[in-house]
């Protein structure tokens, strides 16, 4: 699958004064210094988003004259040179500015300044639901909502399996409950109705359209005649979320232009599981001739079918362009294809997260985790999302409600700190899952705690090294102690996890027994605590050396090998390619 949107948004931070310069460079995003209204003025059209680190009353003045629109406007925050505020002052799609202003101030530790009603009152933004689009009188809608009108919802029957999202569903009211006298209303449908005053259309991506075309077929004609299958089908652009294809075709022009044009994805299929469908008798217009050619006897409505999932139904079989160089069908999906991603969030510093993570949780309908992890994501969590906070050891029905949640077709971010396959919930996920209905899950990676404190040491896992939790509360002390005397035997420089706890106050003092009866007593040693945090503390030291109380449950102890050294204070394991020995 392609999807632009992956790559993130493109984001220019200017500033104007030294001291400005320096904040500017704390935010990871391409930068510029000097003549802020040139700069900004010549980057206009060619950026999604700018940082501004000057006087609100600067930025205001020199983005005026650039402004066409909320839906078309590059996203705008400003940053004062004390790097103590990030206001979402205008611009961006879909609450692109406050979006924006929450992220820069995770990552300078400021605070975020966002006016927008609909945030400042905890309302949903209904231009800003993932999985959704919106048109029609957004801003009076969202006016009177806030004013207690609170909107109704009137659902099409053509996608009565498209929930919204549970927060936003729990916050609008049925229409069974409206009282006398009007008030704004919602629809959702995902056919092209238009929308009158006090009214909002909700689309979800509900179809997916199949296509297949011949070596040398034309965009345009590609592009009209799934035009014309769509508007037979009584569908919306906006609801189409794929474009799917022979996995040979997904890089043809016509296909990429076509997926751009509608803002969707694009998803290749191998022959023979296209085949097979087709072969099924689910495809009502197979062809020899295609069958002869590319090996499945059907394109467009074998992909559509299969990208469209479990339950799907062709609304439009098969339709030839003008040309004849290109086809087109429609299949709708009844219901959401749910989703569980299992978000490693890193060691906590939003400026480690990686932008996969932050994706995912913006994206999410529901986030669930452990309190402190959905705390290390705050800045991402908005008024759409449905929070499901609980505590530690609860890890086991944490899993399953994510699961159970995915397989009833929500979209589930389940928040672990450092990386999800580290000590963390990943695994767990994959052993309950087929209990579960076997939903999608994706393991997204985070920094786990021993690269965090290998960056901060500098670099001790250069060479070959292992990781071993000295947690006895799921695995017996004698296992753990069996692998630290393999670890040590074999050389590795070893990141102890779990060191020591209130409780766990031996574990710690018998590993490091077991290295200093394997290695010399010179052999570097450090704890750091609260890797990649604030707060973050570094003891250097030997085996000789190591205190035990210098841990606890936010530290990482890393046992250096024979070959790793402190060099000006910093802890390195040659890797062995020659200049220093």
Same mark, same amino acid.
């Given at each position: 699958?392609?999807?632009?949107? /992956?790559?993130?948004?493109?984001?220019?931070?200017?500033?104007?004064?030294?001291?400005? @310069?320096?904040?500017?460079?704390?935010?990871?995003?391409?930068?510029?210094?000097?003549?802020?209204?040139?700069?900004?003025?010549?980057?206009?059209?060619?950026?999604? /988003?700018?940082?501004?680190?000057?006087?609100?009353?600067?930025?205001?003045?020199?983005? /005026?004259?650039?402004?066409?629109?909320?839906?078309?406007?590059?996203?705008?925050?400003?940053?004062?040179?004390?790097?103590?505020?990030?206001?979402?002052?205008?611009?961006?799609?879909?609450?692109?500015?406050?979006?924006?202003?929450?992220?820069?101030?995770?990552?300078? *530790?400021?605070?975020?300044?966002?006016?927008?009603?609909?945030?400042?009152? *905890?309302?949903?933004?209904?231009?800003?639901?993932?999985?959704?689009?919106?048109?029609?009188?957004?801003?009076?809608?969202?006016?009177?909502?806030?004013?207690?009108?609170?909107?109704?919802?009137?659902?099409? &029957?053509?996608?009565?399996?498209?929930?919204?999202? +549970?927060?936003?569903?729990?916050?609008?009211? +049925?229409?069974?409950?409206? $009282?006398?006298?009007?008030? &704004?209303?919602?629809?959702?449908?995902?056919?092209?109705?238009?929308?009158?005053?006090?009214?909002?259309?909700?689309? $979800?991506?509900?179809?997916?359209?199949?296509?297949?075309?011949?070596?040398?077929?034309?965009?345009?004609?590609?592009?009209?005649?799934?035009?014309?299958?769509?508007?037979?089908?009584?569908?919306?652009?906006?609801?189409?979320?794929?474009?799917?294809?022979?996995?040979?075709? /997904?890089?043809?022009?016509?296909?990429?232009?076509?997926?751009?044009?509608?803002?969707?994805?694009?998803?290749?299929?191998?022959?023979?599981?296209?085949?097979?469908?087709?072969?099924?008798?689910?495809? $009502?217009? +197979?062809?020899?001739?295609?069958?002869?050619?590319? *090996?499945?006897?059907?394109?467009?409505?074998?992909?559509?079918?299969?990208?469209?999932? +479990?339950?799907?139904?062709?609304?439009?079989?098969?339709?030839?362009?003008?040309?004849?160089?290109?086809?087109?069908?429609?299949?709708?999906?009844?219901?959401?294809?749910?989703?569980?991603?299992?978000?490693?969030?890193?060691?906590?510093?939003?400026?480690?997260?990686?932008?996969?993570?932050? %994706?995912?949780?913006?994206?999410?309908?529901?986030?669930?985790? =452990?309190?402190? =992890?959905?705390?290390?994501?705050?800045?991402?969590?908005?008024?759409?999302?449905?929070?499901?906070?609980?505590?530690?050891?609860?890890?086991?029905?944490?899993?399953?409600?994510?699961?159970?949640?995915?397989?009833?077709?929500?979209?589930? %971010?389940?928040?672990?700190?450092?990386? @999800?396959?580290?000590?963390?919930?990943?695994?767990?996920?994959?052993?309950? @899952?087929?209990?579960?209905?076997?939903?999608?899950?994706?393991?997204?990676?985070?920094?786990?705690?021993?690269?965090?404190?290998?960056?901060?040491?500098?670099?001790?896992?250069?060479?070959?090294?292992?990781?071993?939790?000295?947690?006895?509360?799921?695995?017996?002390?004698?296992?753990?102690?069996?692998?630290?005397?393999?670890?040590?035997?074999?050389?590795?420089?070893?990141?102890? =996890?779990?060191?020591?706890?209130?409780?766990?106050?031996?574990?710690?003092?018998?590993?490091?027994?077991?290295?200093?009866?394997?290695?010399?007593?010179?052999?570097?040693?450090?704890?750091?605590?609260? @890797?990649?945090?604030?707060?973050?503390?570094?003891?250097?030291?030997?085996?000789?050396?190591?205190?035990?109380?210098?841990?606890?449950?936010?530290?990482?102890?890393?046992?250096?090998?024979?070959?790793?050294?402190?060099?000006?204070?910093?802890?390195?394991?040659?890797?062995? =390619?020659?200049?220093?020995?």
């Amino acid at each position: 699958m392609t999807d632009a949107a /992956a790559a993130g948004p493109r984001v220019l931070a200017c500033s104007v004064t030294r001291a400005g @310069a320096a904040v500017a460079a704390r935010l990871p995003y391409e930068r510029r210094a000097g003549d802020l209204a040139s700069t900004v003025r010549a980057r206009w059209g060619s950026v999604d /988003a700018f940082v501004l680190v000057a006087a609100t009353g600067v930025a205001v003045r020199v983005v /005026a004259p650039l402004l066409a629109g909320k839906a078309t406007d590059p996203a705008v925050v400003c940053v004062d040179d004390a790097g103590r505020f990030a206001v979402a002052l205008c611009g961006g799609h879909a609450g692109g500015a406050n979006r924006l202003a929450r992220e820069v101030a995770a990552l300078l *530790g400021a605070t975020p300044v966002v006016t927008t009603g609909s945030d400042a009152a *905890g309302v949903p933004a209904l231009d800003d639901l993932p999985g959704w689009t919106a048109s029609g009188d957004v801003a009076g809608v969202t006016r009177r909502w806030l004013d207690g009108a609170t909107p109704t919802v009137r659902v099409d &029957p053509a996608v009565a399996g498209w929930p919204l999202p +549970p927060a936003v569903e729990s916050a609008l009211r +049925p229409a069974a409950a409206l $009282p006398p006298g009007g008030a &704004p209303v919602v629809w959702l449908t995902d056919a092209p109705r238009g929308a009158e005053a006090d009214e909002v259309v909700l689309r $979800p991506r509900s179809v997916v359209v199949g296509v297949g075309v011949s070596s040398g077929a034309a965009p345009a004609a590609l592009l009209a005649v799934v035009r014309s299958a769509l508007a037979e089908a009584g569908v919306h652009p906006d609801s189409v979320a794929e474009v799917a294809t022979l996995d040979r075709k /997904a890089a043809h022009p016509a296909v990429t232009s076509l997926a751009a044009a509608l803002g969707a994805a694009v998803r290749g299929f191998a022959a023979p599981s296209l085949a097979a469908l087709a072969r099924d008798g689910r495809t $009502p217009t +197979p062809s020899r001739v295609v069958d002869a050619a590319v *090996g499945t006897p059907s394109v467009c409505e074998a992909a559509a079918l299969l990208a469209a999932g +479990p339950g799907a139904a062709l609304v439009v079989p098969k339709r030839v362009s003008e040309t004849r160089d290109s086809t087109a069908a429609v299949a709708r999906r009844p219901r959401p294809a749910g989703h569980l991603a299992v978000v490693g969030l890193g060691p906590g510093d939003p400026a480690r997260r990686t932008p996969e993570a932050s %994706a995912a949780v913006r994206s999410a309908d529901v986030v669930i985790g =452990y309190s402190g =992890y959905v705390a290390l994501a705050a800045d991402l969590i908005g008024p759409h999302h449905l929070v499901v906070r609980s505590a530690l050891g609860e890890e086991t029905r944490r899993c399953r409600d994510a699961l159970a949640r995915a397989a009833a077709g929500e979209r589930v %971010a389940l928040v672990c700190s450092g990386d @999800a396959g580290v000590y963390a919930m990943a695994s767990l996920v994959l052993e309950l @899952a087929p209990d579960a209905g076997d939903p999608p899950v994706t393991v997204i990676p985070g920094v786990t705690a021993a690269l965090s404190a290998a960056a901060a040491l500098g670099a001790p896992l250069g060479h070959d090294h292992a990781a071993i939790s000295l947690s006895d509360l799921l695995t017996p002390w004698p296992v753990i102690d069996r692998r630290l005397r393999a670890a040590a035997e074999g050389d590795f420089v070893v990141s102890l =996890y779990n060191p020591r706890s209130t409780r766990r106050l031996s574990q710690l003092p018998a590993a490091l027994d077991i290295f200093r009866a394997r290695r010399p007593a010179s052999t570097p040693v450090a704890v750091v605590t609260n @890797a990649g945090r604030p707060g973050e503390h570094v003891v250097r030291s030997t085996l000789a050396g190591v205190r035990p109380e210098d841990a606890g449950m936010l530290s990482l102890v890393v046992v250096g090998s024979s070959a790793t050294r402190w060099i000006a204070g910093r802890m390195v394991t040659p890797r062995g =390619y020659g200049g220093g020995g």
